[in-house]
């Protein structure tokens, strides 16, 4: 079970203002601390807050859910080691972090196979959209200024044998996987920060975590490289990961029992020269059903 911790209105309006101002989030978790709040409710506080507005969501109110200490960790569903046998190739783990979850990986797709999934998606790009948190329509956004496509699962035999790969990868059976999207980024473009995870704010996304489930985990996969710019960010954590042809970032960010992590906070920086091709797949708790099937 979660934990609910209140706080007072007057806190939240103290941390805008001072997050408004520029003030370092854990100056502002020392300050808190030396109040007398307790470490763990106050780091608490501050990532929410840091994270709802980093990602343009309302900021909470006078309460967080903190999870609970005596809940079992979530284990990784990525296996251990340096290298992943998947099928006919081993997938090389350059760094990896338990808590939470990430992994960022090397020869998860060949030369010849990132240049059939550009050639193959490249006529079906369309402007990208995003889903409204309030609507949960498909809108165009200043947010995200790429262009990408869907394909459907296992929709051919190539791209039967990459959500195989990626099933196997990431431990989960195909049938949890959503379609493999590709994006475009050309110069200049990129993507605010944001979850991947959906948010119960709206009814289509409600709906489709009743037929589905929640998203699990998050792969990335890089089909070019990328001269300058184009980094993976996560900005709550300080890391990124640069795009380079065959590799992927992989993270996870919801456990057993439906919980996130608002850590999982991503975006994709500009990219300031040349253009940029990522695949990504996104796993679900259940077999992926999407809406109108």
């Known amino acids: 079970m979660a934990l609910l911790v209140r706080f007072a209105p007057e806190l939240g309006r103290w941390l805008t203002q001072n997050l408004d101002r520029g003030q370092l989030p854990q100056a502002l978790v020392g300050l808190m601390r030396q109040q007398g709040m307790d470490a763990r409710a106050a780091q608490a506080i501050v990532d929410a807050f840091v994270a709802a507005r980093e990602s343009r969501q309302p900021v909470p109110v006078d309460s967080i859910e903190l999870p609970d200490d005596h809940a079992p960790a979530a284990a ?3 296996a251990p080691g340096t290298r992943i046998r998947v099928g006919d190739r ?14 960022a990986l090397g020869n998860v797709l060949g030369a010849d196979e990132c240049r059939t999934l550009i050639e193959m998606a490249r006529p079906r790009l369309k402007l990208s959209t995003l889903v409204d948190p309030v609507t949960g329509q498909d809108v165009v956004s200043d947010k995200r200024t790429s262009y990408g496509m869907f394909f459907r699962l296992a929709e051919n035999d190539f791209i039967a044998r990459v959500d195989h790969r990626l099933s196997a990868l ?3 059976p195909i049938e949890n996987g959503e379609g493999l999207q590709v994006l475009y ?9 944001h979850f991947d995870y959906l948010q119960p704010t709206n009814a289509a996304n409600r709906e489709s975590i009743a037929r589905s489930g929640q ?18 960010v996560f900005p709550t954590l300080g ?3 640069s795009p380079l042809r065959g590799n992927a970032v992989y993270f996870e960010y919801c456990d057993d029992a439906g919980r996130v992590d ?6 994709s920086a500009p990219v300031t020269q040349g253009e ?6 996104w796993m679900r708790q259940r077999r992926f059903v999407s809406a109108g099937s």
Do not use: C, M
């Open 76 to 78: 990784a569903r990525l």
């Open 90 to 103: 081993d997938i090389v783990v350059y760094s990896r972090s338990d808590n939470p979850v990430f992994a």
């Open 170 to 172: 990431t431990n989960l």
């Open 185 to 193: 980024y050309p110069v200049g473009a990129g993507s605010e920060p």
């Open 215 to 232: 998203r699990l985990s998050t792969l990335v996969t890089y089909l070019n490289d990328v001269p300058d710019g184009g980094q993976t």
């Open 239 to 241: 890391w990124a990961v």
């Open 262 to 267: 608002p850590r999982s906070l991503h975006a």
């Open 276 to 281: 940029k091709w990522v695949v990504t797949k």
